[in-house]
């Protein structure tokens, strides 16, 4: 029989391999893989039609790069951007994505109201969508929302050119909690660029969470029971 401290260590190593699972399953490409290599989109591709159909999606050459915060304060609300940031900075704070329902529904029938606004810690199924200061060339700092995938790549210090972008509200109650940070900053708070690509998110947002569930399972299953059969060994249990 094994003994109490090694049915412990055991539960420790359980507990240790699900943080892994759901870090790794939070932080894999998942919507880099399922959307593939998409095509960029022309500036004259854009005017032809409505523009909201063209945010999120890959920016051809010839989409007005933001470069400066003159530039970002006289962008309209209905011009199709793109910025190519030098650094970004996380904040910790999201809204909830437009194609995430209001309400949740428990098994008893109950519903709970989802905030529009919450921390990122908590965000464990990808329900909000962070908010970010983003770095111009000219190293003034605005707000941004996109995907993670893109977020993780300027992080990385690659050389991003974000997809197709527009000039969104600001949710008061996002930047109450992260005035400080804007302050620290000198951050324009007027408007937010928003790059994250809504319909293809609607469309995809249940198999993206079953592909995210998925690879934790795996990934906790696997690392689980490696973990304990390591454990035995040290612990020379035989059963």
Request: aromatic content about 8%.
């Amino acid at each position: 029989m094994k003994s109490k401290i090694v049915k412990f260590l055991e539960f420790v190593m359980v507990i240790i391999a699900l943080i892994v699972g759901a870090v790794v399953a939070r932080n894999m490409r998942v919507e880099s893989l399922l959307r593939g290599k998409e095509e960029p989109v022309s500036l004259s591709t854009a005017e032809s039609g409505y523009y909201e159909d063209y945010v999120g999606l890959p920016a051809g050459d010839d989409i007005p790069r933001i470069t400066t915060a003159q530039e970002w304060e006289d962008t309209w609300a209905v011009s199709c951007v793109t910025i190519e940031p030098k650094k970004i900075i996380s904040t910790g704070i999201g809204t909830r994505n437009p194609w995430i329902g209001e309400y949740s529904y428990s098994r008893r029938g109950g519903t709970r109201r989802k905030p529009q606004v919450n921390t990122m810690t908590l965000d464990l199924l990808g329900d909000y969508s962070e908010y970010f200061l983003l770095q111009l060339p000219d190293d003034s700092y605005i707000l941004a929302q996109m995907s993670s995938d893109d977020a993780r790549s300027i992080k990385a210090g690659k050389k991003v050119t974000l997809p197709i972008g527009k000039k969104g509200g600001v949710y008061q109650q996002a930047l109450d909690n992260i005035a400080d940070l804007c302050r620290e900053y000198d951050v324009y708070t007027e408007g937010i660029f928003y790059c994250v690509n809504d319909q293809w998110n609607a469309e995809h947002h249940i198999m993206v969470q079953l592909a995210r569930l998925g690879i934790g399972f795996l990934v906790t299953i696997v690392l689980g029971a490696i973990l304990v059969t390591i454990l035995d060994k040290i612990m020379k249990v035989k059963d």
